[in-house]
T-cell receptor
Framework: DADVTQTPRNRITKTGKRIMLECSQT?????MYWYRQDPGLGLRLIYY???????NKGEISDGYSVSRQAQAKFSLSLESAIPNQTALYFC????????????FGSGTRLTVV | AQSVTQPDIHITVSEGASLELRCNYS??????LFWYVQSPGQGLQLLLK??????LVQGIKGFEAEFKRSQSSFNLRKPSVHWSDAAEYFC?????????????FGQGTTLQVKP
């Protein structure tokens, strides 16, 4: 099994629908992150969490919310999806101690029609 | 503000040719620097990282990168490119004050390899 698992891998949804993207990890890392990738823009941080009780907004949090259900689980929700939220979404984790970089999930490709 | 720039959006090289992907950063102190590769349909895989010490860093798949403080650069190189190297490459810098663990990513460079 992958260290960081994202579900679903692909999703098409309609404008106005609520959708949840899920991320789970077996790395034992405390820190988890949600990024979105758009062509020509690289990866931009949506939300990050240092532990279950610590949630922080990233640079593009508007229109998104998150839930850290457990150390290993970090979900991203789009309360009312809009077409410009069509993107590739990545979950990542990192260790609380020495920072060695991220471990990424395989991504969720979301299309809002 | 901290930022990362990858000046080349798209690069095409012939198989067997050498490769250099550019990365420039803006950061107030010595950063941690990373290169990630994203193959089609895959997540991002860490190629190499620089924290301190020797400014020439070796990574996986035959890649290396050199940190040049005077030029605020961390360019990725490979002496001989293979067709399987075709992918998108991201440079990243971080973490920032307070050890937030946040990384800032460049825009990405897409590498195409010609037979």
């Amino acid at each position: 099994d992958a260290d960081v698992t994202q579900t679903p891998r692909n999703r098409i949804t309609k404008t106005g629908k609520r959708i949840m993207l899920e991320c789970s990890q077996t790395k034992g890392h405390d820190r988890m992150y949600w990024y979105r990738q758009d062509p020509g823009l690289g990866l931009r941080l949506i939300y990050y969490s240092f532990d279950v009780k610590d949630i922080n907004k990233g640079e593009i949090s508007d229109g998104y919310s998150v839930s850290r259900q457990a150390q290993a689980k970090f979900s991203l929700s789009l309360e009312s999806a809009i077409p410009n939220q069509t993107a590739l979404y990545f979950c990542a984790t990192s260790d609380k101690g020495q920072f060695y970089g991220y471990t990424f999930g395989s991504g969720t490709r979301l299309t809002v029609v | 503000a901290q930022s990362v720039t990858q000046p080349d959006i798209h690069i095409t090289v012939s198989e067997g040719a050498s490769l250099e992907l550019r990365c420039n950063y803006s950061y107030g102190a010595t950063p941690y620097l990373f290169w990630y590769v994203q193959s089609p349909g895959q997540g991002l895989q860490l190629l190499l990282k620089y924290f301190s010490g020797d400014t020439l860093v070796q990574g996986i798949k035959g890649f290396e990168a050199e940190f040049k403080r005077s030029q605020s650069s961390f360019n990725l190189r490979k002496p001989s490119v293979h067709w399987s190297d075709a992918a998108e490459y991201f440079c990243a810098v971080g973490p920032f004050s307070g050890n937030t663990g946040k990384l800032i990513f460049g825009q990405g460079t897409t590498l195409q390899v010609k037979p």
